[in-house]
């Protein structure tokens, strides 16, 4: 199963229309995984037309995005934790993991800044923005792969 998560969008400041290296990697998944500021729901309507997409709300999205502040889900067996924010850098895994019990694996955005670690048997992994990169070097977003029940991967994709 290939998913592809994403974070911080910003639509329509920074997202007027998926742009063209994003939408090359939205072809061919299964399922996406938004981790929050959408900031306009047309971006989730976007999305779904490649893949189903489950989305958390983040700090810049208003009361028209329809989401969760958190959710669980699993799939293939892989259960997975989203929030939009995961809080400062100090202590993060050990306060995702007091969050999400049962996670194997914790999909944030916020900092805009691509992170995958692993920590007492968690992985926590943040895609970045594809279309505002902040400091970074690159718009970024992730690409998970899960097989037997496993995540058997998880790039850090760049798309500028």
Same mark, same amino acid.
């Given at each position: 199963? !290939? ?7 910003? #639509?329509? !400041?920074?997202? !007027? ?11 061919? #998944? ?7 500021? &959408? ?9 779904? &037309? ?5 989305? &958390?709300?983040? /700090? /810049?999205? *208003? ?8 959710? =669980?889900?699993?799939?293939?067996? &892989? !259960? ?10 100090? $202590? ?8 999400? +019990? ?6 944030? $955005? ?6 995958? =670690?692993?920590? $007492?048997?968690? %992985?926590?992994? /943040?895609? *970045?923005? +594809? ?5 970074? +070097?690159? $718009? ?7 097989? %037997?029940?496993?995540? #058997?991967?998880?790039?850090?994709? /760049?798309?500028?």
């Amino acid at each position: 199963m !290939r998913v592809v998560a994403l974070s911080d969008t910003h #639509a329509p !400041r920074r997202w !007027r229309t998926c742009p063209p290296r994003v939408a090359e990697l939205l072809r061919g #998944a299964d399922l996406i995984l938004h981790a929050g500021d &959408v900031c306009v729901p047309s971006v989730i309507d976007e999305l779904a &037309v490649y893949a189903p997409v489950h989305v &958390v709300k983040g /700090n /810049n999205d *208003g009361p028209d995005l329809v989401a969760p502040e958190t959710l =669980e889900l699993t799939v293939d067996e &892989v !259960r997975i934790g989203m929030i939009h924010d995961s809080g400062p850098a100090k $202590g993060r895994a050990s306060r995702m993991r007091r969050r999400f +019990p049962h996670a194997d694996l914790v999909v944030f $955005g916020h900092s805009h800044i691509p992170l995958d =670690e692993t920590e $007492g048997g968690l %992985r926590i992994f /943040n895609p *970045g923005s +594809p279309t505002d990169r902040r400091r970074q +070097p690159h $718009g970024t977003l992730g690409v998970l792969t899960i097989e %037997r029940g496993a995540l #058997a991967r998880a790039e850090i994709v /760049n798309v500028t």
